[in-house]
Protein backbone atom coordinates (compact mmCIF):
# COMPACT_ATOMS: atom_id res chain seq x y z
CA UNK A 1 0.00 0.00 0.00
CA UNK A 2 2.85 2.26 1.00
CA UNK A 3 4.63 1.51 -2.38
CA UNK A 4 1.37 2.48 -4.49
CA UNK A 5 1.28 5.74 -2.76
CA UNK A 6 4.66 6.83 -3.90
CA UNK A 7 4.47 5.49 -7.03
CA UNK A 8 1.20 7.64 -7.39
CA UNK A 9 2.82 10.68 -5.65
CA UNK A 10 6.10 10.32 -8.37
CA UNK A 11 3.70 10.99 -11.59
CA UNK A 12 1.87 13.47 -10.25
CA UNK A 13 5.34 15.74 -9.43
CA UNK A 14 6.10 15.19 -12.84
CA UNK A 15 2.82 15.99 -14.66
CA UNK A 16 3.02 18.97 -12.22
CA UNK A 17 6.74 19.41 -13.71
CA UNK A 18 5.82 18.88 -17.47
CA UNK A 19 3.03 21.36 -16.85
CA UNK A 20 4.90 23.80 -15.47
CA UNK A 21 7.84 24.30 -18.45
CA UNK A 22 8.22 27.46 -19.70
CA UNK A 23 6.86 27.86 -23.37
CA UNK A 24 10.46 28.78 -24.87
CA UNK A 25 10.77 25.80 -25.71
CA UNK A 26 8.96 26.49 -28.99
CA UNK A 27 8.71 29.68 -30.78
CA UNK A 28 5.82 31.45 -30.67
CA UNK A 29 4.52 33.27 -33.72
CA UNK A 30 4.96 36.48 -32.14
CA UNK A 31 9.23 36.00 -32.39
CA UNK A 32 9.26 34.24 -35.89
CA UNK A 33 9.97 35.78 -39.28
CA UNK A 34 7.65 38.64 -39.93
CA UNK A 35 6.49 39.58 -35.78
CA UNK A 36 7.85 42.91 -33.98
CA UNK A 37 10.15 40.74 -31.74
CA UNK A 38 12.82 40.16 -34.55
CA UNK A 39 13.67 38.94 -38.52
CA UNK A 40 12.78 40.62 -42.08
CA UNK A 41 9.72 42.79 -41.67
CA UNK A 42 7.81 43.69 -45.03
CA UNK A 43 6.78 46.88 -46.20
CA UNK A 44 3.62 47.90 -45.95
CA UNK A 45 2.53 48.34 -49.37
CA UNK A 46 4.80 44.93 -50.40
CA UNK A 47 1.05 43.01 -49.37
CA UNK A 48 -0.87 45.25 -51.58
CA UNK A 49 1.40 44.23 -55.06
CA UNK A 50 1.24 40.61 -56.50
CA UNK A 51 4.38 38.52 -56.58
CA UNK A 52 4.85 38.40 -60.40
CA UNK A 53 3.65 42.75 -60.57
CA UNK A 54 6.31 44.68 -63.06
CA UNK A 55 7.76 47.64 -61.81
CA UNK A 56 7.77 50.18 -64.36
CA UNK A 57 10.33 53.46 -64.73
CA UNK A 58 9.74 56.76 -66.50
CA UNK A 59 12.58 57.11 -69.66
CA UNK A 60 13.50 60.24 -70.21
CA UNK A 61 15.63 59.44 -72.79
CA UNK A 62 19.04 59.84 -71.47
CA UNK A 63 21.07 57.08 -69.88
CA UNK A 64 23.32 57.11 -66.80
CA UNK A 65 25.63 60.18 -67.73
CA UNK A 66 22.91 62.69 -68.75
CA UNK A 67 23.62 61.98 -72.13
CA UNK A 68 20.50 61.93 -74.76
CA UNK A 69 20.17 58.62 -76.36
CA UNK A 70 19.63 58.14 -79.98
CA UNK A 71 15.88 56.37 -80.73
CA UNK A 72 16.81 52.38 -80.74
CA UNK A 73 16.03 50.41 -83.80
CA UNK A 74 15.92 46.95 -84.20
CA UNK A 75 19.74 45.46 -85.24
CA UNK A 76 18.87 43.49 -88.07
CA UNK A 77 16.61 46.26 -89.69
CA UNK A 78 19.13 48.94 -89.30
CA UNK A 79 21.89 47.40 -90.20
CA UNK A 80 20.53 46.39 -93.77
CA UNK A 81 18.93 50.34 -93.84
CA UNK A 82 22.62 51.53 -93.64
CA UNK A 83 23.83 49.28 -96.21
CA UNK A 84 20.78 50.41 -98.45
CA UNK A 85 21.68 53.84 -98.00
CA UNK A 86 25.47 53.84 -98.15
CA UNK A 87 25.16 51.84 -101.78
CA UNK A 88 22.32 54.74 -102.32
CA UNK A 89 24.56 57.63 -101.54
CA UNK A 90 27.80 56.03 -103.07
CA UNK A 91 25.82 55.70 -106.19
CA UNK A 92 25.28 59.69 -106.12
CA UNK A 93 28.87 60.31 -105.60
CA UNK A 94 29.85 57.95 -108.05
CA UNK A 95 27.99 59.63 -110.52
CA UNK A 96 28.16 63.20 -110.07
CA UNK A 97 31.65 62.68 -109.55
CA UNK A 98 32.26 60.44 -112.81
CA UNK A 99 30.24 62.59 -114.84
CA UNK A 100 32.33 65.91 -114.25
CA UNK A 101 35.71 64.11 -114.33
CA UNK A 102 34.65 62.55 -118.40
CA UNK A 103 34.53 66.15 -119.06
CA UNK A 104 36.91 68.41 -120.55
CA UNK A 105 38.96 70.44 -118.30
CA UNK A 106 38.02 73.45 -119.20
CA UNK A 107 34.65 72.87 -119.04
CA UNK A 108 34.88 71.63 -115.70
CA UNK A 109 36.64 75.42 -114.62
CA UNK A 110 33.84 76.82 -116.80
CA UNK A 111 31.30 75.18 -114.10
CA UNK A 112 32.86 76.33 -111.09
CA UNK A 113 34.19 79.55 -112.04
CA UNK A 114 30.36 80.35 -113.04
CA UNK A 115 29.57 80.64 -109.25
CA UNK A 116 31.87 83.73 -109.18
CA UNK A 117 32.99 83.11 -104.99
CA UNK A 118 35.99 81.81 -105.38
CA UNK A 119 39.20 83.41 -106.20
CA UNK A 120 40.80 82.74 -109.68
CA UNK A 121 43.72 81.23 -108.40
CA UNK A 122 41.39 78.31 -107.02
CA UNK A 123 39.04 77.50 -109.83
CA UNK A 124 41.00 74.79 -111.54
CA UNK A 125 42.25 73.33 -108.40
CA UNK A 126 38.69 72.85 -107.22
CA UNK A 127 37.35 72.08 -111.04
CA UNK A 128 39.86 69.32 -111.04
CA UNK A 129 39.71 68.09 -107.56
CA UNK A 130 35.98 67.78 -106.29
CA UNK A 131 35.11 64.81 -109.13
CA UNK A 132 37.86 62.95 -107.36
CA UNK A 133 36.84 63.59 -104.41
CA UNK A 134 33.38 62.62 -105.00
CA UNK A 135 34.51 59.24 -106.36
CA UNK A 136 37.20 58.40 -103.39
CA UNK A 137 34.09 59.36 -101.03
CA UNK A 138 31.86 57.38 -103.06
CA UNK A 139 34.18 54.04 -102.97
CA UNK A 140 34.50 54.35 -99.20
CA UNK A 141 31.01 54.58 -98.56
CA UNK A 142 30.44 52.23 -100.51
CA UNK A 143 32.83 49.55 -99.24
CA UNK A 144 31.86 50.43 -95.45
CA UNK A 145 35.11 51.77 -94.46
CA UNK A 146 35.08 54.52 -91.73
CA UNK A 147 31.54 55.05 -92.53
CA UNK A 148 30.50 57.79 -89.88
CA UNK A 149 33.63 59.94 -90.74
CA UNK A 150 32.99 59.67 -94.47
CA UNK A 151 29.16 60.64 -93.60
CA UNK A 152 30.24 63.70 -91.98
CA UNK A 153 32.14 64.65 -94.97
CA UNK A 154 30.01 64.05 -97.46
CA UNK A 155 27.42 66.10 -95.09
CA UNK A 156 30.09 69.06 -95.17
CA UNK A 157 30.38 68.73 -98.96
CA UNK A 158 26.04 68.88 -99.33
CA UNK A 159 26.58 71.64 -97.20
CA UNK A 160 29.21 73.48 -99.33
CA UNK A 161 26.63 72.78 -102.71
CA UNK A 162 23.48 74.00 -100.73
CA UNK A 163 25.24 77.50 -99.80
CA UNK A 164 26.12 77.70 -103.17
CA UNK A 165 23.59 77.55 -104.77
CA UNK A 166 21.51 79.82 -102.37
CA UNK A 167 24.13 82.33 -102.90
CA UNK A 168 23.98 82.39 -106.89
CA UNK A 169 20.19 82.68 -106.35
CA UNK A 170 20.31 85.90 -103.62
CA UNK A 171 22.40 87.45 -106.66
CA UNK A 172 20.69 86.92 -109.23
CA UNK A 173 23.52 84.69 -111.27
CA UNK A 174 21.56 82.56 -113.71
CA UNK A 175 24.15 79.46 -113.62
CA UNK A 176 23.39 75.75 -113.91
CA UNK A 177 24.80 74.01 -111.38
CA UNK A 178 26.94 71.34 -112.77
CA UNK A 179 26.18 69.47 -109.65
CA UNK A 180 26.03 65.96 -112.44
CA UNK A 181 28.20 67.84 -115.03
CA UNK A 182 27.38 70.62 -117.59
CA UNK A 183 27.74 74.03 -115.41
CA UNK A 184 28.11 77.25 -116.61
CA UNK A 185 25.74 80.26 -117.28
CA UNK A 186 22.00 79.60 -118.95
CA UNK A 187 19.31 81.96 -119.73
CA UNK A 188 17.16 83.72 -117.15
CA UNK A 189 14.86 80.89 -117.03
CA UNK A 190 16.25 78.14 -117.16
CA UNK A 191 17.58 77.73 -113.30
CA UNK A 192 16.34 75.40 -111.02
CA UNK A 193 17.70 76.46 -107.67
CA UNK A 194 14.83 75.64 -105.66
CA UNK A 195 14.65 71.76 -106.81
CA UNK A 196 17.95 71.52 -106.34
CA UNK A 197 18.68 72.86 -102.59
CA UNK A 198 15.48 70.17 -102.24
CA UNK A 199 17.46 67.52 -103.87
CA UNK A 200 20.90 68.03 -102.34
CA UNK A 201 19.14 68.47 -98.76
CA UNK A 202 17.55 64.98 -99.45
CA UNK A 203 21.47 63.51 -100.17
CA UNK A 204 22.06 65.74 -96.88
CA UNK A 205 19.59 63.45 -94.74
CA UNK A 206 20.91 60.09 -96.36
CA UNK A 207 24.43 61.09 -94.86
CA UNK A 208 22.97 62.18 -91.38
CA UNK A 209 21.99 58.81 -91.27
CA UNK A 210 25.08 57.29 -92.11
CA UNK A 211 26.44 59.73 -89.13
CA UNK A 212 23.83 58.38 -86.68
CA UNK A 213 23.77 54.73 -87.97
CA UNK A 214 27.06 53.49 -89.47
CA UNK A 215 27.17 50.06 -88.61
CA UNK A 216 25.74 48.33 -91.26
CA UNK A 217 25.87 44.87 -93.52
CA UNK A 218 29.19 43.82 -95.37
CA UNK A 219 31.31 46.45 -94.30
CA UNK A 220 34.63 47.08 -93.68
CA UNK A 221 33.74 48.83 -90.34
CA UNK A 222 32.49 45.21 -89.07
CA UNK A 223 35.58 43.17 -89.94
CA UNK A 224 38.22 46.24 -88.29
CA UNK A 225 35.63 46.22 -84.96
CA UNK A 226 34.24 49.45 -85.62
CA UNK A 227 31.16 50.85 -84.39
CA UNK A 228 30.40 47.70 -82.54
Not at 80 to 92: D, M, Q, S
Not at 121 to 128: E, I, R, Y
Not at 129 to 136: A, I, K, W, Y
Not at 202 to 224: E, I, Q, V
Request: with cysteine; proline share 5%; hydrophobic share 45%.
Amino acid sequence: MAEAKADSAGRGTKASSGASRPASGRKTPASGRGGPGGGKTRPANAAARPANAKVTTVDDGTDAAGRVRLPSLPERYQEWITLVVRVGLAGILGIAGYAKFTEPAALQKTAVAAYRILPQSMVTPVALGLPVLEMVLAAMILLGFATRVMAICVGLLFLVFIAGIISVAARGLSIDCGCFGGGGTVAKGQTHYLREVFRDLGFLALAAWLMLYPRGKFALDRALGMYA
